[in-house]
């Protein structure tokens, strides 16, 4: 059974930082591109970063709104997918779902498989 599974969520004041982390199971993700989205109340899921797969030089992405402020990494040792997260503005409380295997344009969740449960950040202002 394939699992996504996120933590390191929590309440930071703005200008704080949070580090989310995505551990997977069931199978490898080596070889996947991989992504965090996350949702604010009332809105639509909203893509906010991905890395390309390892093993070839690595590649980063970011919508503009987190761009200098949002980092993403992975240890494929460890099977785990970071978020980053600094400069916290309130404007960034939402749920962060980490999301697997995408087939088609990374910003559209459409395009991803797999998913986690989420986890919920909120900053203060």
């Known amino acids: 059974q394939v699992q996504l599974v996120e933590s390191g969520g929590g309440l930071v004041q703005a200008g704080g930082s949070l580090r989310l982390s995505c551990a997977t199971s069931g199978r490898s993700f080596s070889s996947d591109v991989m992504g965090w989205f996350r949702q604010a109340p009332g809105k639509e899921r909203e893509f906010v970063a991905a890395?390309?797969?390892?093993?070839?030089?690595?590649?980063?992405y970011y919508t503009d709104s987190v761009k200098g402020r949002f980092t993403i990494s992975r240890d494929n040792a460890k099977n785990t997918v970071y978020l980053q997260m600094n400069s916290l503005k309130p404007e960034d409380t939402a749920i962060y779902y980490c999301a697997g295997e995408v087939v088609g344009n990374y910003v559209y969740m459409t395009s991803w498989h797999y998913w986690g449960q989420g986890t919920q950040v909120t900053v203060s202002s």
């Open positions: 890395i390309t797969r390892s093993g070839i030089r690595t590649f980063s």
